[in-house]
């Protein structure tokens, strides 16, 4: 497995990149032939549900620009179910009460989840 | 087209999401360092595409904020291809800057591609926003 992803990491890339171009791909037919709704809308019609998505955006952003590592594997299994719980909160908080997703909410909503991922979602990386 | 309903769409996204959360959570799993998609996303932002940054957050502010204020006459649906001038315009935009990226393809600071995510999310605030997508006046 390990020698197989070192010798494979530009097909990770090619997967990777493949999922966005059909995510988008999709997005810009149904937007141009008008015929169903919109990634745009249908996060508008969701909104309240869809918080947890905002929360965990933040902790995305995060961990493509300011990811900590740890070499403790105990503790980052710890810190990181803690951020799945505060995300899983979020999840039952939109599920349960029907809100407008305000700009300032949204706000701290993605700027708590990018501190929260910030401190609790580090990457485990075995000791060299 | 009726096969091509809301739930379908709903379903693609999910069904995509899932593939790459399992995707992820195989090589996070495994013991190789640097194989995730967040690293290897940054590595790529930090050298040839640094636009990626700006689309992202283009992205993040068109759906999670959003002005009132249409300054492309977005909002107007019946006029035309108005809706689509804000995407037109992050389209050139990335367009250009991934040119830039192409050809002085040094290793851009983490401050600079953070600036440039926030950018785009003022672009989707500002110009790119859901909140002007309801009228239908014509100019």
């Given amino acids: 497995m390990k020698s197989w992803i070192s010798k494979h990491k530009n097909k990770i890339k090619l997967l990777i990149a493949t999922l966005g171009l059909i995510l ?3 997005d810009v037919f149904v937007a141009v032939t008008k015929n169903s709704i919109t990634y745009s809308q249908l996060f508008r019609n ?7 998505l905002v929360f965990a955006a933040g902790g995305m952003m995060v961990k493509i620009y ?23 909160i979020l999840f039952f908080v939109g599920r349960s009460f029907t809100f407008e997703l305000s700009n300032p ?24 | 087209m009726d096969w091509l309903d809301a739930k379908l769409v709903e379903n693609v996204v999910i069904v995509i999401a ?24 940054y ?32 909002g107007y649906e019946n006029h035309s291809f108005y809706w689509a001038l804000p995407v037109i315009t ?41 909140n002007f997508q309801s009228k239908n006046i014509a100019i």
Wanted: hydrophobic share 55%; net charge positive.
């Fill in chain 1, 24 to 26: 988008v791909g999709v």
């Fill in chain 1, 46 to 52: 969701n909104e309240s549900k869809l918080i947890w």
């Fill in chain 1, 66 to 88: 300011y990811q900590k590592s740890t070499q403790n594997r105990a503790q980052a299994t710890r810190y990181f179910l803690m951020y799945i719980a505060l995300v899983l």
């Fill in chain 1, 105 to 128: 909410l949204a706000l701290l909503t993605f700027f708590s989840g990018a501190v929260a991922a910030y401190f609790l979602w580090q990457q485990y990386d075995a000791a060299v």
């Fill in chain 2, 18 to 41: 899932l593939v790459y959360v399992l995707f992820e959570v195989i090589l996070n799993l495994n013991k190789i360092p640097g194989d995730t998609s967040n690293v290897l996303l």
């Fill in chain 2, 43 to 74: 590595e790529l932002m930090s050298k040839r595409f640094f636009s990626l940054s700006f689309g992202f957050g283009a992205v993040l502010g068109h759906l999670f904020l959003g002005a009132d204020t249409d300054y492309f006459y977005a």
């Fill in chain 2, 90 to 130: 992050l389209v050139v935009v990335l367009l250009v800057l991934t040119l830039v990226g192409m050809f002085r393809p040094y290793k851009k600071k983490r401050g600079f591609l953070v600036g440039l995510l926030l950018a785009g999310m003022l672009y989707g605030h500002f110009f790119w926003s859901m």
